[in-house]
C-alpha cells in the first residue's frame, strides 16, 4: 500500500515563503502524475498545482507566478515551492498521486492522497 506524507507547511506571514514536500512510502511505485490540492476551511478541495512524468506542469491561476511544483521521479517525491504567500493560501495542502494502468478495457487509474499539511498565512 503506498503512502503519501507531506511535510513542510507551517505558520508565515504574508510575503513570506514555505516550500512543501511530500514523500511517498510503502509499495513505492512509478506515479503518472503527482502534485498538491488544498483546502480551506468552509471551501472546496482544489488543485494547486500538477506535474507529469514529461514534465508538464499545470497551476492553478492564483498561484501562477508564485509558486512551483518540482519532482523527482527516482524518488517518487513532489515538491511545492511557495513564494509571495497570501492570507488567501491558508489551507491544508494535500499530496496528491495518480497512476494510470492501460488495459484492455481502458485506462485504470488509481489515486492517493497524503493526510495534508497545515499552511497557515497570518500578520
Known amino acids: 500500500q503506498v503512502q503519501l506524507v507531506e511535510s513542510g507547511g507551517g505558520l508565515v506571514q504574508p510575503g513570506e515563503s514555505l516550500r512543501l514536500s511530500c514523500a511517498a512510502s510503502?509499495?513505492?511505485?512509478?506515479?503518472?502524475?503527482m502534485g498538491w490540492y488544498r483546502q480551506a476551511p468552509g471551501k472546496q478541495r482544489e488543485s494547486v498545482a500538477t506535474?507529469?512524468?514529461?514534465?508538464?506542469?499545470n497551476y492553478a491561476d492564483s498561484v501562477k507566478g508564485r509558486f512551483t511544483c518540482s519532482r523527482d521521479n527516482a524518488k517518487n517525491t513532489v515538491y511545492l515551492q511557495m513564494n509571495s504567500l497570501k492570507p488567501e493560501d491558508a489551507a491544508v495542502y494535500y499530496c496528491?498521486?495518480?497512476?494510470?494502468?492501460?488495459?484492455?478495457?481502458?485506462?485504470?487509474?488509481?489515486?492517493?492522497w497524503g493526510q495534508g499539511t497545515q499552511v497557515t498565512v497570518s500578520s
Open positions: 506535474t507529469t512524468t514529461d514534465g508538464n506542469t
Open positions: 496528491y498521486a495518480e497512476q494510470v494502468e492501460v488495459t484492455a478495457w481502458g485506462p485504470q487509474r488509481y489515486d492517493y
Open positions: 510503502g509499495n513505492i511505485f512509478a506515479f503518472d502524475t
